[in-house]
C-alpha cells in the first residue's frame, strides 16, 4: 500500500477506514480499494493469514478432539432421534398426493444485501 502511495497502520486497516462511512464510495476509497486488493494480490498477505488461521484452527482440534468426537456422535443420534418423534406424531398412512415428477432442484437462497446506503463494491465498480 506504500508504494501506492497509502499510509496504513495494518494489512486490513484500508478495509475498516471511518473515512469510508459515507452514503456512497468516494473516489479515494475506490482508489484505496483497487490499491489494497493489489497489494493482497501481490504481498501474499491473505495466504499467510490463512495459513496461521489454519494452524491455529488445527491445534484447536487437536486439543478439544474428545469433546468433538463427543459431540459428532449426539449430533448424528439427531435424525433417528427426530425421525421417532415425527413417526409417533403422524403415523405412516398411505399417501394421496401423486408421485413427484422429475428432479428436484435445490434451494438457492437469497442473494445478500448491499451494505447499507451503498451500490456496487468499491473494487469492482
Do not use: Y
Not at 493469514?49 to 439427531?78: C, F, Y
Amino acid at each position: 500500500m506504500a508504494k501506492a502511495g497509502f499510509d496504513h497502520p495494518a494489512p486490513l486497516a484500508a478495509a475498516t477506514d471511518e473515512r469510508w462511512r459515507t452514503p456512497e464510495p468516494t473516489p479515494a476509497e475506490r482508489a484505496t480499494a483497487r490499491a489494497d486488493a493489489a497489494c493482497r494480490r501481490t504481498s501474499g498477505v491473505m495466504t499467510v493469514r490463512a495459513a496461521a488461521e489454519t494452524r491455529v484452527q488445527h491445534g484447536l482440534i487437536r486439543q478439544n478432539a474428545d469433546r468433538l468426537r463427543g459431540t459428532k456422535v449426539r449430533k448424528d443420534r439427531w435424525p433417528a432421534a427426530a425421525r421417532r418423534v415425527l413417526d409417533r406424531a403422524w403415523p405412516a398412512r398411505e399417501s394421496t398426493a401423486p408421485a413427484p415428477r422429475g428432479p428436484r432442484l435445490p434451494h438457492r437462497a437469497p442473494r445478500p444485501a448491499p451494505h447499507p446506503g451503498r451500490g456496487a463494491h468499491p473494487v469492482t465498480a
